[in-house]
């Protein structure tokens, strides 16, 4: 069992950076893939990016490449996303995901976060 927590969102015009951190407590959070998934108003939730549990192997959206950087640090139990020249259509509620597993790739997880509000204006 891990428990996620969502930090770092805010408001940020277009063309600003913010990064987004999610802290990990429970079971070793070496062990875990994990992935960053985003929901805009009316929208389903959709995939932005995804490591694994070493975090040598990452992935992501097509709409977000060459702009977001996901990372993971095991020693501080916490996953990254760097995210570059933001623009409105990222605005969404922001959620890290983790699955226990070694498997690569992974787009399925087990345990969700709250969540963190990311608002960019133009």
């Known amino acids: 069992q891990v428990q996620l927590a969502e930090s770092g969102g805010g408001l940020v015009q277009a063309g600003g950076s913010l990064r987004l951190s999610c802290t990990a407590s429970?079971?070793?959070?070496?062990?875990?893939?994990m992935g960053w998934f985003r929901q805009a108003p009316g929208k389903e939730r959709e995939f932005v990016a995804a490591?694994?549990?070493?975090?040598?192997?990452?992935d992501y959206a097509d709409s977000v490449k060459d702009r977001f950087t996901v990372s993971k640090v095991n020693a501080e139990n916490t996953l990254y996303l760097q995210m570059n020249n933001l623009k409105p259509p990222d605005t969404a509620i922001y959620y890290c995901?983790?699955?226990?597993?070694?498997?690569?790739?992974?787009?399925?997880?087990?345990?969700w976060g709250q969540g963190t509000q990311v608002t960019v204006s133009s």
């Open positions: 995901a983790a699955r226990y597993t070694a498997q690569w790739p992974n787009y399925e997880f087990d345990y």
């Open positions: 429970g079971r070793a959070f070496r062990t875990y893939a």
């Open positions: 490591i694994s549990w070493g975090g040598s192997n990452t």
